[in-house]
């Protein structure tokens, strides 16, 4: 998505090999004309699957996921990371590792939002090492609901996850692909080198 690739070469951070900060418009600053135009895109890519929910992870993946269900008309659930005195009971769980916080979570999901007549559609803003995604598909799974894919934001091709996710038969529409952060420099899937502030 030339528009998303353009404002992380413009407002990106590389910060290491492995971390790219997108802060300013996705994931503490959120950008809402960006975030609609990526939840127009998301729509479009799966426009054809008959999406009934679509699941996402605190707090990144909210806003693209929100966007991508105001045009694909249907409601948007998100696993808390934390445990919530309101989401107690007939909850789906499954241990995620966050590679940039070096944290495990249980995430959870309240048994009541997604059923197993629901065909899903995961979102998250990073897919690195595929954690979260599997996550999600796990709780996707418990809830017997049938999985239409995942839309990511931002891949980092270097990393597995999306190898691994693609192994086990699944859709995934990433909408811009990192080949390499190196140096303060990001290099994009079919692009060349470009130098990040």
Known sequence: MKLLVERIKQDGQALSEHVLKVDAFLNHQIDPELMQEIGKEFAARFADEGITKIVTIESSGIAPAVMAGLYLHVPVVFAR???????????????????????????????????????????????????????????????????????????????????????????????AQIEALEGGKVLFKNDKVEELV
């Open 81 to 175: 990371k934390r445990k919530s005195l309101t989401l107690s009971e007939g909850l789906l769980t499954a241990s995620v590792h966050s590679f940039t916080k070096n944290e495990t979570n249980e995430i959870s999901i309240s048994k009541k939002y997604v059923a197993q007549d629901d065909r899903v559609l995961i979102i998250d803003d990073f897919l690195a090492n595929g954690q979260a995604a599997l996550g999600l598909i796990d709780i996707v799974e418990q809830s017997g609901a049938n999985l239409a894919g995942i839309g990511i934001v931002i891949e980092k091709s270097f990393q597995d996850g999306a190898a691994k996710l693609k192994e086990l038969g699944i859709r995934v529409e990433s909408l």
